[in-house]
């Protein structure tokens, strides 16, 4: 399975690398548009999203509106290899510091926080819910465990429309999304949650 998702991967980042040089300047603009058009997101929900690093699709826009409408929002943070992700509270505008693999994180003092909603990177999905990731398992550890605690948190998919594949390999752990969210549109997932 492990070589079979390395293939996918490969096959993923070209995928997206080229996805992100096509896509115009308004494309955080219309992923945004379509997130709320479609994702039912609760009054005073807390939203986690993400720092895009290389071609991610970029949720600022995301969080930047989620923020002016109210919402607490937050960034992850590794705070130990082959362990769930931290999440602390930030909003626009606030600094951001090195953290682990690459990633922009909010600084050591931000509030720990449990968000309801988590904007997931990816390098490819398909039809069913299933992601593909870099490897490391940060997420589906990480949706695994809220899940434990909170049946009902929402892991949605920001990505290019252009990253969707046939049928990707799946493992038990795997984590799926019950949202995917592109510049073309929103897709809902039935009976998402795996490697719960």
Known sequence: MSAAKRAVRAAAVLRRDAARDAAGSETASRIADRFFEAVPVPLQALIAGYVAMGSEADPAEVLARASAKGHVCALPRVARRDAPLDFLQWQPGDALVAGAHGTREPAPDARLCRPGIVL????????????????GGYYDRTLAALRREEPGILAVGIAFSAQEAEDLPEEEFDARLDWVVTETGARAFAAAPRGV
């Open 120 to 135: 997931v990177p990816l390098l490819a999905f398909d039809a069913h819910g299933r992601r593909i990731g870099y490897g």
